[in-house]
């Protein structure tokens, strides 16, 4: 199993152009996230999708648009990415034990963006 | 938003040390969990701490959950060099959406053999 896995690892955009981060999980988890992590910042929620269909902000949405694809794919654009949007990016999934309360997060290995 | 504070932001320990971090947040929580992202890495999942006053163990690691659900903590006993890299708590508030978490900025610890 790869768990969950993020492409590309690298990417350096220009002021203005757009992309796509791609996240893929094989896990069969209902939940999916995209974080970015800036230095000293920690961990940040940028959209979240609670089960395939369904997609809802996070805390810093603006400038991102993301899509679930189906249950395994969940992606995350950037229309037209600005130098603030240079950051790590983490996409993750939600396991959870039904009716237990547990629960834990699995991070793929992260996309490094730089926005020149 | 719900926010939760972790400090220190740095450590720095001399290898066989203790180390503790620590977070507080101003509201509730419904529970924590524990991270580690090693330099370079992503984070891995270590614990979650759902009870009033809860203690776990996970051989040098002992995590603690406030008796008021506020607060919480990791302590590493005799740090080793493997133990590099930022540890952060993540808590769940009552009527967050799908298990979103709120994280710490992290405590980063460096170990010096």
């Known amino acids: 199993n790869a768990g969950v896995t993020q492409t590309p690892k690298f990417q350096v955009l220009k002021t203005g152009q757009s992309m796509t981060l791609q996240c893929a999980q094989d896990?069969?988890?209902?939940?999916m996230y995209w974080y970015r992590q800036d230095p000293g910042m920690g961990l940040r929620l940028i959209y979240y999708?609670?089960?395939?269909?369904?997609?809802d902000k996070g805390e810093v949405p603006n400038g991102y648009n993301v899509s679930r694809l189906n249950k395994r794919e969940f992606s995350l654009r950037l229309e037209s990415a600005a130098p603030s949007q240079t950051s790590v990016y983490f996409c993750?999934?939600?396991?959870?034990?039904?009716?237990?309360?547990?629960?834990?997060?699995?991070f793929g290995p992260g996309t490094r963006l730089t926005v020149t | 938003g719900q926010q939760v504070m972790q400090i220190p932001q740095y450590q720095h320990v001399q290898e066989g040390e203790d180390f503790t971090t620590y977070c507080n947040s101003s509201?509730?929580?419904?529970?924590i969990q524990w991270y580690k992202q090693r330099p370079g890495g992503h984070p891995v999942f270590l614990i979650q701490?759902?009870?009033?006053?809860e203690v776990k163990k996970q051989k040098r690691l002992t995590f603690q959950f406030g008796e008021a659900k506020k607060n919480s903590s990791l302590h590493i006993t005799a740090t080793q060099t493997t133990d590099v890299g930022t540890y952060f708590c993540?808590?769940?508030?009552?009527?967050?959406?799908?298990?979103?978490?709120?994280f710490g900025k992290g405590t980063k610890l460096s170990v010096i053999p």
């Open positions: 993750a999934t939600h396991l959870g034990v039904s009716g237990t309360g547990y629960y834990e997060q699995y």
């Open positions: 896990m069969n988890h209902n939940s």
């Open positions: 999708s609670a089960s395939e269909g369904t997609t």
């Open positions: 509201t509730t929580l419904s529970n």
């Open positions: 701490l759902v009870k009033s006053g």
């Open positions: 993540a808590g769940t508030y009552s009527g967050a959406g799908s298990y979103q978490l709120t």
